[in-house]
């Protein structure tokens, strides 16, 4: 890392703690307004500034017994603004509207897909996905898929890997490089980037398990950074509370945001992203990495990142374990709540 990066960064993690501070005082004071706008019929909000939203719950609410599963997925829209979530159930992904009415289901042979990408080649709407469970022959694997669902192209862990051990393979994310080659994320196994061609045949492997700069420890979810001169790589270094900048040759370029609460997933709105924390938030961070909202920030830390807390435990106005995170072309933000029986959030953006 270069003194100019290191010197940035130490600014950011100030900035950072300041602002976190700032935002526990809100909480406090927001915790008796949104019990007044309750009372009120008033809508729930979280946020502040622009980046006020209105807290719409229940969105995609599915037919009385049936349950998402842990939503311990990802969520994507299309170009329609057709919003595609995946579960953990045999449902596979469900694709709604925008309003929350569910259209159809799709990918059933896989019903713990992780990650979702969406992506546009040669005029074709794609899904990059990683999945978890999928078939009794096929689990761990990439799947790049049609948005109505047709699979055109599977990777499994390459032999070129070294991989020894039973579930050494244990991918959590994917994404499109801008030169067309396939970025995949073995977080649950041992935190390395793989890069494959097109093709999907193997080129390379970047970094690894571990705390130092340019090692992870679980690294959880990706996407491309266009926001500077340079396209880079951002990474949920999840188990170490960072965010991690590689380029596309798999060069560490910098740790830009610390002192996260487990960061899950990352999605961009212009010049910001945004970023869902499995220990109940969501951050908003300027272009230069800065916090400047969170959203859903639980008060209560016995719910953070708690799978057994059933959605009923959890108030509107919060997150337990913010997995799923995508913003529409709107800046309207979906998360999708970890826990057991799964829960679907819409935050939409106000005009301030």
């Known amino acids: 890392m270069s003194k100019t990066a290191e010197h940035d960064g130490r600014i950011n993690r100030r900035r950072f703690l300041a602002a976190t501070g700032a935002a526990t005082l809100v ?10 706008t309750t009372s009120t019929g008033a809508p729930l ?3 502040n500034g622009e980046w006020t939203y209105r807290i719409v719950s229940n969105w995609g609410s599915l037919p009385a017994g049936t349950e998402f599963g842990g939503t311990h997925g990802g969520i994507a829209t299309d170009n329609a603004g057709h919003v595609y979530i995946s579960t953990q159930s045999e449902t596979g992904i469900l694709v709604y509207s925008p309003e929350g009415v569910l259209l159809r289901t799709m ?4 019903p713990e897909v992780h990650s979702i990408v969406h992506t546009v080649e040669n005029g074709v709407e794609y899904l990059y996905t990683t999945v978890q469970k999928g078939t009794p022959q096929e689990n761990w694997l990439f799947v790049k898929m049609k948005i109505d669902g047709s699979v055109v192209q599977k990777i499994t862990a390459p032999p070129q890997a070294g991989f020894n051990a039973p579930n050494a393979w244990r991918l959590t994310a994917a994404v499109p490089a801008p030169d067309g080659t396939i970025i995949v994320a073995n977080g649950y196994g041992d935190s390395r980037l793989f890069r494959f061609e097109k093709d999907g045949s193997y080129r390379a492997s970047y970094s690894g398990k571990g705390t130092a700069d340019g090692l992870m420890n679980c690294s959880h979810g990706m996407a491309v950074d266009t926001r500077y001169d340079q396209p880079l790589l951002m990474v949920c270094d999840r ?12 060069k560490f370029v910098r740790t830009i945001t610390m002192h996260l609460r487990r960061p899950c997933q990352i999605s961009f709105f212009g010049e910001h992203a945004i970023i869902s ?8 961070l300027d272009k230069d990495n800065v916090p400047v909202a969170f959203l859903g920030d639980n008060p209560q830390k ?19 374990a913010a997995h799923g995170c995508h ?6 933000i979906y998360i999708s709540d970890w826990n057991k029986t799964g829960r679907i959030t819409k935050l939409v953006k106000t005009s301030v």
């Open 327 to 332: 913003a529409d072309q709107q800046g309207n």
């Open 239 to 250: 188990e170490n509370r960072r965010l991690c900048h590689f380029d596309f040759d798999g």
């Open 45 to 47: 909000m979280t946020g």
């Open 27 to 36: 909480g406090l004071t927001d915790m008796g307004a949104a019990a007044q």
């Open 302 to 320: 016995s719910q953070w990142a708690n799978y057994a807390l059933p959605p009923s435990a959890i108030a509107t106005s919060y997150f337990s």
């Open 107 to 110: 990918a059933h042979q896989y």
């Open 277 to 284: 924390e499995l220990e109940g938030r969501v951050t908003v």
